[in-house]
């Protein structure tokens, strides 16, 4: 199959993660635990040949992973699909302000302005803050989308750290969900839900079978067979498009005006910089 075609259903896979989290009645911390149950299976399996050994800071960004699926799905879970994953893909700000102190890369002008685009962006999912069926707490799932980028933003400065040992970036994916089981055991285990439909496990299993594992799989083997950065990163932005359309067409949760315009400025901003970007690393190595 066409390598570009993996990555684009990739990516599509992906931006289904806003309906099935909606379409549970489960609350955060069991679709969390379940969903990443399947998904460290499925990653595991396909991947443990290339060896699972850890090193410190792969065991950080595992951490950060746990930490940013489960901000999303709290997140999803509390306002709407489009609000969580708009705010999620503010990550790559947190990358452009954090990665000079931390992995000293270079910070730009150019950098400055698409973090304040950014941030421009992100101020217009509060200004609507009215709570519905399908997104009881908006202002809490808007603070787990904000949490949620942060850490997606430090995973992503992590896994390229200079120090790290680690060039298999499937091994924070399988540790990330199996700490994320770990820690949900517990926490689910003081307020088991009272039931569990076939509808409920069916969704779960999608979300971590297909939404991660797969998703996952299908991504890296694209990239792997030739698929450009540049390339991989614009499909990408596909997710962000999707996912709130999906949940609309399904669910019926529409987005408010202002996370519309805030998540167009976000994707804008970011899709913009990440050209540039890439367009000057392509030059340099011509010349």
Known sequence: MNPVVLVVIAVLLWSTGGL???????????????????????????TFKKGLRLDRYTLFASFLYAATLTSFVYATKNTTAANAIFLQYTAPIYVLVLAPFLIRESFHIRDLVTVLLCIAGMTLFFLDNASSATAPDPFSGNIAGLVSGVCFGLYFIFLRHPRSEQRNPAVSVFYGNLIIVLVMIPLIAQSPP????????????????????????????????????????????????????????????????????????????????????????AVSAEA
């Not at 299993?205 to 614009?234: E, H, M, N, W």
């Open 20 to 46: 099935f989290i909606k379409l549970t009645t489960l609350d955060a911390f069991s679709v969390n635990m379940g969903r990443s149950l399947f998904a460290a299976i499925v990653v595991a399996a396909f």
């Open 194 to 281: 009272a039931a569990i439909t076939t509808n409920d496990l069916l969704a779960i299993a999608f979300l971590g079978i297909f939404q991660i594992g797969i998703a996952y799989i299908l991504f890296t083997k694209g990239v792997a067979a030739g698929v450009r950065p540049l390339d991989a990163s614009i499909i990408g932005f596909i997710e962000p498009l999707i996912n709130p359309i999906w949940v609309l067409l399904f669910v019926g949760e529409t987005p408010t005006i202002w996370a519309v315009i805030g998540g167009a400025v976000i994707i804008a901003a970011v899709a913009v910089h990440t050209i540039r970007q890439y367009t000057r690393k």
